[in-house]
């Protein structure tokens, strides 16, 4: 709840800001042009997997496509992804086969940063900071894959939390140099939650999505959520 009757929360959000950070990163085409034209990413990604148009992609294909990108930042495995879709594992293999080979970019730079990791020692974000992974040289083979599936997950989370990071000091600086008595609360992952008076809180929300979208650009458009309200789950 605000601290006082006259003053509102809002919080301002990134849209699936880690599988446009993938786009951004691979280069990849298809899914570069899916984010510029504002398409559904997910029944964008399951009609071309699938081999049908947009409007025919069922709610399964995209929860099943919705989970295999999500899957590929986080390193999902072939049993991992049959667990979460409860389906066979050489079927939830050949959906993360069907994947890269429709997204070669995407496995290209999976096995670049890989490779870069075991020479390097370390990943980068997109503003350099490092995340150092000492067990990538380890005899312990399951080691070595948990680390090698970290280092992608480091480069695009990463990235995420350092746009957040960056918006949120600039966000700051705005609020100062500009008078606004709304002060931010809490960061939630790619959230910010602010308390603002009514009287200002439409300025300080364009404010927001101004200093969240331009953190970082990327080769796609950035995408922030914002909303309104009296307690937060109104204003989720």
């Known amino acids: 709840m605000p601290s006082s009757e006259d003053r509102l929360l809002l919080t301002a959000d990134y849209s699936q800001i880690e599988l446009r950070i993938l786009a951004h990163v691979s280069g990849d085409p298809d899914l570069v042009k899916a984010f510029r034209e504002d398409l559904d990413i ?10 049908v148009s947009q409007r025919d992609v069922a709610k399964d294909m995209r929860d099943s496509a919705k989970a295999v990108s999500f899957g590929i930042i ?3 495995t072939p049993y991992g992804l049959s667990q ?47 995340r150092y992974l000492p ?10 894959a948990f680390e090698e599936r970290a280092a992608v997950n480091a480069v695009i989370q990463g990235t995420a939390a350092d746009m957040i990071k960056v918006a949120m000091v600039r966000l700051f600086r705005s609020l100062r140099e ?16 602010l308390e603002a008076p009514q009287a200002e809180v439409e300025k300080v929300r364009e404010l927001v999505v101004h200093e969240m979208r331009s953190a970082l650009p990327l080769s796609v458009p950035v995408k922030v959520n914002s909303a309104v309200g009296k307690n937060w789950m109104e204003a989720a």
Do not use: C, W
């Open 84 to 130: 979460t879709l409860g389906i066979p594992v050489d079927a939830a293999k050949r959906f993360i086969d069907a994947y890269f080979a429709r997204y070669p970019r995407v496995r290209q730079f999976i096995d670049e940063t890989v490779r870069s990791a075991h020479d390097r020692g370390y990943v980068t974000t997109l503003l350099n900071r490092r």
């Open 178 to 193: 500009k008078g606004f008595q709304a002060k931010m609360l809490i960061q939630i992952h790619d959230e910010l939650l």
């Open 135 to 144: 067990g990538l040289n380890l005899p312990n083979k399951s080691q070595q």
């Open 74 to 76: 986080y390193g999902q």
């Open 42 to 51: 997910h029944a964008f990604v399951a009609a071309q997997i699938y081999g």
